[in-house]
Nanobody, 127 residues
Framework: QVQLLESGGGSVQPGGSLRLSCAAS????????MAWFRQYPEKERERVAS???????????YYADSVKGRFTISQDSAKKTAFLQMNSLQPEDTATYYC?????????????????WGQGTQVTVSS
């Protein structure tokens, strides 16, 4: 069983930065995907960034067009914590952010394709 614990959300002014963390416990598999989704009120959860950790140290990242050049996803060397560095935040980035994990498989868009989820952390961008 995998558990995901997020931290790092909060309130920031436009143009500011936040760093989200997602600490995983349990076995993620020899390869895995960790992703960040966000959800606006009454909207579907959407993938904003993900990182696939493959064999032999390979990795692949994905970013939604709306966050390219502003957000950076990474994972620590122990492969247990994923980070989302968010820079140049704008009011439209205000949402609840969720970490998700997909052991032994590549990343994908659909919410239902992820096996494990964090509890969510609120990010508010406002002046």
């Amino acid at each position: 069983q995998v558990q995901l614990l997020e931290s790092g959300g909060g309130s920031v002014q436009p143009g500011g930065s936040l760093r989200l963390s997602c600490a995983a416990s349990g076995y993620l598999g020899s390869t895995h995907c960790m992703a960040w989704f966000r959800q606006y009120p009454e909207k579907e959860r959407e993938r904003v960034a993900s990182i696939y950790i493959g064999s032999v140290g390979t990795y692949y990242t994905y970013y939604a067009d709306s966050v390219k050049g502003r957000f950076t996803i990474s994972q620590d060397s122990a492969k247990k914590t994923a980070f989302l560095q968010m820079n140049s935040l704008q009011p439209e980035d205000t949402a609840t952010y969720y970490c998700a994990a997909r052991p032994d498989r590549m990343c994908a868009d659909g919410r239902s394709l992820y096996d494990y989820w964090g509890q969510g952390t609120q990010v508010t961008v406002s002046s």
